[in-house]
């Protein structure tokens, strides 16, 4: 009675351990852009971060919403622009994260500007539907040659020189990535 008894406890504590190893690791900081990060039930991607060329007609095409007060950047400003992919892998909808920031190695902090709805590039924190992608299909974010959505930023020059520079984003807790200027 005793043998069968160790090798019952055996058997269910390797199933035990067992189960431990096929457990997902969530990914909550990435080196580098094209990491998935895990938060909130979605997966979130980098798909490129640049300076944006504001006489460059692609890059004039993602400034369009922006206040025309804000439009003409003074001397020693960027506009540098994150384009993201959000993927829910759950079965249910999820809310798609609000909170973005940048920070440079000086701790200076950079939140995104808001762009009007006629921006079809700007990224809107929607909600997600179940298996679905933000940007959704057959968008021109989600079809365009970067395939993301647009987080734009205003930065000094000088803090891009400040790297790497993180982006951080919060849906309940935060995950960041280290951007590639």
């Known amino acids: 009675m005793r043998r069968p008894m160790t090798l ?3 058997l269910v504590l390797a199933l035990a351990l067992g189960a431990c190893g096929n457990k997902e690791h969530e990914i909550l900081h990435g080196s580098n852009e094209g990491a998935y990060l895990d938060l909130g039930g979605m997966k979130y991607q980098v798909q490129i971060s640049r300076v944006l060329n504001p006489n460059s007609p692609e890059d004039r095409a993602y400034l369009v919403g922006v206040d025309a007060a804000q439009r003409n950047l003074p001397a020693g400003q960027e506009w540098f622009a994150v384009f993201m992919r959000v993927q829910n892998e759950s079965d249910a909808p999820v809310r798609a994260a609000t909170n973005y920031t940048i920070t440079d190695t000086q701790d200076t902090k950079f939140r995104p500007l808001n ?6 590039f700007a990224y809107r924190p929607t909600t997600v539907a179940p298996k679905g992608l933000l940007p959704v299909a057959d968008s021109p ?5 970067i395939q993301g959505a647009l987080l734009l930023f205003r930065i000094p020059t000088r803090n891009l020189e400040n ?4 982006l951080a984003i919060t849906a309940g807790e935060t995950a960041t990535v280290d951007l590639d200027i």
């Not at 762009?115 to 079809?120: A, E, F, S």
């Open 163 to 166: 790297r790497p520079l993180e």
């Open 115 to 120: 762009l009007g709805q006629d921006n079809v």
């Open 141 to 145: 974010a989600a079809e365009g040659t």
């Open 8 to 10: 019952l406890a055996t």
